[in-house]
């Protein structure tokens, strides 16, 4: 486990991932009955941009720095947010920043560290559980849920190349035990093929695709880009989504041949 969020806290692909997850929240809590929330793969719950690992990175310039001063869009809710939250949180905190109070949240972290900063962080907090556990395991352990309605969020480090393999059997896991859950699982885009072999992999009905390119996905050495896939998407999400997609591409742009914010089905319902 040598993977440490703080060192990519902020950057192009957290502003992606998390300005989606804020977005998926906001269509599920228009419905008035309890919503559940796991996040399988938590972090530290939010890091410091000023010092420490993200500092030495600034990995963060050329991703949240650049939609702070953001006048009122697409990404004003993310970005107001981010704002009122001091240091830049992590899924954990954006999640329990939406949470009404008969929501819940359920957040995993295996490293050690990690989980004591994000324990510490909702020690007092009745709704949100955190646990030092494999958030693979709690896939089949924590769903389904008491609750009816729910967002599952994975988002593993990627630091094996079989990552992408556990990702598909985790969306399968997660569906058959909580078949109306939304699951959005986020995925970086260092290669065209992996990303392609990774999407014929996946074997399930209503499902669409938002993906980021800064470039080509030709180098895999660096990261290109990203996405989320989203199994049961909410009613009418990918026209929420879509200027999201675009105010991002707006802002976080390289300037390289190749970039690109889409929107796809992969799987119709
Ligand atoms: N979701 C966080 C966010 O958006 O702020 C970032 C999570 S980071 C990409 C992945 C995290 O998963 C790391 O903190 C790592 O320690 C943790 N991790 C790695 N393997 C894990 C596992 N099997 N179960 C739970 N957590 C794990």
Redesign the pocket.
């Known amino acids: 486990?040598n993977?440490?969020?703080a060192f990519?806290?902020g950057n192009f692909a957290?502003c992606v991932?998390?300005a989606l997850l804020i977005a998926l929240l906001r269509a599920l809590l228009k419905k008035p009955a309890p919503l559940f929330v796991l996040?399988?793969?938590?972090?530290?719950?939010h890091y410091d941009l000023e010092s420490g690992p993200a500092a030495r990175t600034r990995e963060a310039a050329t991703g949240i720095t650049r939609l702070l001063d953001l006048t009122p869009g697409s990404l004003e809710d993310y970005v107001t947010i981010v704002r009122g939250l001091g240091l830049y949180?992590?899924?954990?905190e954006l999640i329990r920043a939406l949470l009404r109070p008969d929501d819940r949240l359920a957040c995993?972290?295996?490293?050690p560290e990690?989980y004591v900063a994000l324990r510490r962080r909702f020690r007092q907090d009745p709704q949100v559980a955190v646990h030092q556990?494999?958030?693979?395991e709690?896939l089949k352990a924590l769903l389904p849920p008491r609750q009816k309605r729910g967002l599952i969020?994975i988002?593993?480090?990627y630091?094996d190349p079989t990552e992408y393999l556990r990702l598909a059997d985790g969306l399968k896991l997660a569906h058959s035990r909580f078949p109306g859950g939304v699951i959005a699982a986020?995925y970086p885009a260092k290669r065209r093929a992996s990303v392609r072999a990774f999407m014929a992999s996946l074997s399930l009905r209503d499902v669409i695709v938002a993906e980021f390119l800064l470039r080509e996905p030709l180098d895999p050495t660096r990261l290109n880009g990203c996405g989320l896939v989203i199994v049961n998407p909410p009613y009418r999400f990918e026209e929420a989504a879509r200027p999201i997609m675009d105010g991002l591409l707006n802002r976080l742009s390289c300037r390289e041949p190749g970039e690109s914010a889409t929107i796809t089905r992969l799987a119709d319902e």
Do not use: F, I, N, V
Request: proline share 11%; hydrophobic share 25%.
């Open positions: 486990m993977y440490r969020h990519h806290a957290d991932k998390h996040d399988t793969h938590a972090g530290a719950g949180p992590g899924s954990p995993c972290e295996l490293h990690e556990r494999d958030g693979w709690a969020l988002d593993p480090p630091e986020w």
